[in-house]
């Protein structure tokens, strides 16, 4: 018995495209007719968004008659978290240390985000980071580190040296 080759999520956004572009659509139309904002289809379209909720992939496909069945459930590491981190392990270590050193200095995602310069209401943005759900900008790479006192190559699993200089 043959195995089927799934699409993987960058295929799934160029198909998007694709229909979208077919049926001669702008990112706005789209929007309205799914319930999302045009910036998040283009960021759909252009694979910026790590996982897009699954009530807007569905209303897509729907919208566009596409058989997700067809395409493999969302992956994390597209080419901006390869691009970060190196590989998918170095991303693991990243988010276990993450929470390791959070942990061990006693913070929440918010009390972390607002020692990393962020409103205190960015706190579940820095938990979708934690816990690989959301690729974070190395501005905020940086500015996690130095709240959590901590070597910015420690946390992306570069070197053993966990406290900062």
């Known amino acids: 018995m043959a195995t089927i080759q799934l699409k993987d999520a960058w295929e799934l956004s160029q198909d998007l495209e694709s229909a979208r572009m077919r049926l001669d659509l702008t990112l706005a139309q789209v929007g309205l007719e799914v319930g999302v904002t045009r910036e998040r289809i ?3 379209e252009n694979t910026r968004v790590v996982i897009p909720e699954n009530d807007t992939i569905q209303a897509l496909a729907k919208f566009f008659e596409i058989n997700l069945e067809e395409y493999e459930p969302p992956k994390l590491y597209d080419r901006r978290l390869i691009a970060l981190f190196g590989s998918k ?11 390791e050193r959070r942990e061990e200095l006693s913070l929440t995602c918010s009390e972390l985000a607002t ?5 205190a209401n960015s706190g579940p943005n820095f938990a979708m980071i934690e816990c690989g759900y959301k690729i ?21 699993g570069d070197t053993n040296e966990k406290k900062s200089k």
């Open 115 to 119: 020692k990393s310069g962020r409103p």
């Open 89 to 99: 392990e170095k991303h693991t270590k990243f988010m276990v240390r993450l929470r």
């Open 136 to 156: 974070p900008q190395q501005v905020t790479l940086i500015s996690m580190a130095i709240a959590l006192n901590a070597d910015l190559r420690w946390l992306m």
């Open 42 to 44: 283009r960021q759909i």
